[in-house]
């Protein structure tokens, strides 16, 4: 009779796993098909998209810290977490504003006035956040008051920050948005699917069901995705162009004479591929050579997010953050890497790609007083004469 049961309860668990691989599978597809589609709306779409689902990550995060200290009664708390997070979206985004929209902003006396006193401004917000936190204290909830206080600048942190970078990769190029998530995307996956046929050895013990085989093979299935992605992304202006407002028409535009980070070059291979290939030389485009380190970064250490993701989840005992994708948990359980991965996008454009950028210094220029520009007029102009290239600039201008 125990054999029965035990061969009855293996066989449930069987289809169940089958079960819920085909769920995880369909809405994988939905999502991709979701992402594609939000891509070919464009660039506002996917910074409204991206706004979306920073709320919703930090809404989620939030309702854990109420549910697991039972602080739903606290005073004005629920009204002073959002709060702290409409502050913290005003600053970033209205540095934002100034620094892409700076012709708009300074045709406008309003947003003139706001960009000028902009972090002032911001802080007097966080501020008054501040002195109603104070104000809101209770003898008897002290403790956990401050609790949830730190709980919420921690998710700010983490989900806020983040979110503002990804905007900010949308803007040197759609491409530095959409390989990373791309590869993140491909790394879950693939490394699910060798985990789930091949898998044996366990990787973590906060993840009991990821595997070494997985690891590895959807490392390898990364690197090969991210090397072909980018490819097929760098042939197109749309793709690899930064996004831009245009001020005639008052929207933003995605057209350029692609930089040589998106032109084919001829590479020649080592000795050691060109004995195994056959090949002496290949044309590839300089970017398909940083996908390669995008690509590596999604698989090793963009796991990472997940497995502090786990850690998290099992130190409040809850499976996960919320149930709103089925198959998969909440937003945030599939967003847990892609904000450690946009941070490092973030910070491999600014110390290998982002040179200095000259609209950004005659935005800064143009802010100067008349006489300022003038001093600055006169340096560069001396400057120019002692290395002998104002008159061959004067000379080709005639």
């Known amino acids: 009779c125990s054999e029965l049961c035990s061969s009855m309860n293996k066989r449930l668990c069987e289809k169940q796993i089958w079960k819920n691989w085909w769920v995880r599978g369909l809405f994988t597809l939905a999502m991709i098909t979701f992402f594609f589609f939000i891509i070919y709306l464009g660039p506002m779409v996917l910074m409204m998209i991206v706004l979306c689902v920073q709320i919703k990550c930090?809404?989620?995060?939030?309702?854990?810290?109420?549910?697991?200290?039972?602080?739903?009664?606290?005073?004005?708390?629920?009204?002073?977490?959002?709060?702290?997070?409409?502050?913290?979206?005003?600053?970033?985004?209205?540095?934002?504003?100034?620094?892409?929209?700076?012709?708009?902003?300074?045709?406008?006396?309003?947003?003139?006035?706001?960009?000028?006193?902009?972090?002032?401004?911001?802080?007097a917000l966080y501020l008054t956040g501040f002195c109603?936190?104070?104000?809101?204290?209770?003898?008897?909830?002290?403790?956990?008051?401050?609790?949830?206080?730190?709980?919420?600048?921690?998710?700010?942190?983490?989900?806020?920050?983040?979110?503002?970078?990804?905007?900010?990769?949308?803007?040197?190029?759609?491409?530095?948005?959409?390989?990373?998530?791309?590869?993140?995307?491909?790394?879950?996956?693939?490394?699910?699917?060798?985990?789930?046929?091949?898998?044996?050895?366990?990787?973590?013990?906060?993840?009991?069901?990821?595997?070494?085989?997985?690891?590895?093979?959807?490392?390898?299935?990364?690197?090969?995705?991210?090397?072909?992605?980018?490819?097929?992304?760098?042939?197109?202006?749309?793709?690899?162009?930064?996004?831009?407002?245009?001020?005639?028409?008052?929207?933003?535009?995605?057209?350029?004479?692609?930089?040589?980070?998106f032109q084919l070059q001829e590479y020649t291979l080592p000795s050691v591929l060109e004995s195994v290939t056959g090949w002496t030389t290949v044309h590839l485009y300089p970017f398909q050579i940083h996908s390669v380190a995008l690509s590596s970064f999604a698989s090793i250490m963009g796991p990472f997010g997940g497995f502090f993701a786990s850690g998290f989840k099992r130190a409040f005992k809850i499976k996960d953050f919320a149930n709103t994708i089925p198959g998969h948990g909440g937003i945030m359980d599939r967003f847990d890497c892609q904000y450690l991965m946009a941070t490092f996008v973030n910070v491999y454009i600014a110390s290998f790609i982002r040179g200095p950028n000259p609209s950004k210094v005659i935005q800064q220029l143009l802010a100067l007083r008349p006489d300022q520009q003038l001093h600055i007029f006169n340096s560069l102009k001396a400057h120019l004469v002692e290395k002998g290239l104002l008159p061959a600039l004067e000379g080709a201008a005639a």
């Open 58 to 123: 930090f809404h989620e995060i939030i309702m854990i810290g109420y549910s697991v200290y039972h602080s739903y009664d606290l005073p004005w708390f629920r009204t002073l977490s959002w709060y702290f997070l409409l502050c913290v979206n005003y600053f970033f985004y209205g540095e934002t504003v100034t620094d892409y929209f700076f012709t708009l902003v300074q045709r406008e006396e309003p947003l003139r006035i706001l960009s000028k006193y902009h972090r002032f401004i911001s802080f």
């Open 132 to 261: 109603m936190f104070v104000l809101s204290l209770v003898k008897k909830h002290y403790r956990l008051q401050f609790y949830m206080f730190g709980w919420t600048h921690v998710t700010l942190l983490i989900v806020v920050t983040q979110s503002h970078l990804i905007i900010h990769n949308l803007f040197e190029g759609m491409i530095w948005f959409i390989v990373p998530i791309s590869c993140v995307i491909c790394n879950d996956i693939m490394a699910y699917m060798f985990g789930f046929f091949f898998g044996r050895t366990p990787l973590i013990k906060l993840s009991p069901k990821k595997t070494w085989e997985g690891f590895i093979g959807g490392f390898f299935a990364t690197i090969v995705f991210g090397i072909v992605l980018s490819y097929f992304m760098s042939g197109y202006r749309y793709f690899v162009c930064p996004v831009e407002f245009n001020n005639d028409s008052n929207s933003f535009q995605v057209d350029c004479q692609p930089p040589e980070l």
